[in-house]
């Protein structure tokens, strides 16, 4: 099996994934997916009503 090293884009930790997993593995923990897909929920209505 082949891994690939990704960097989560909300704590900043290296994190290896499997490749099959690479597109859909962005954060490397639970809670940094959670906090990420909250930012991202945030970021829409912000950028609509601005
Ligand atoms: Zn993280």
Redesign the pocket.
Known sequence: MVYVNKI?P??G?EFFVLKNAEEKAV???LA?LTEGQENLEQRVPCMGTA
Do not use: E, L, R
């Open positions: 989560c909300v704590c930790s954060y490397c923990t940094c």
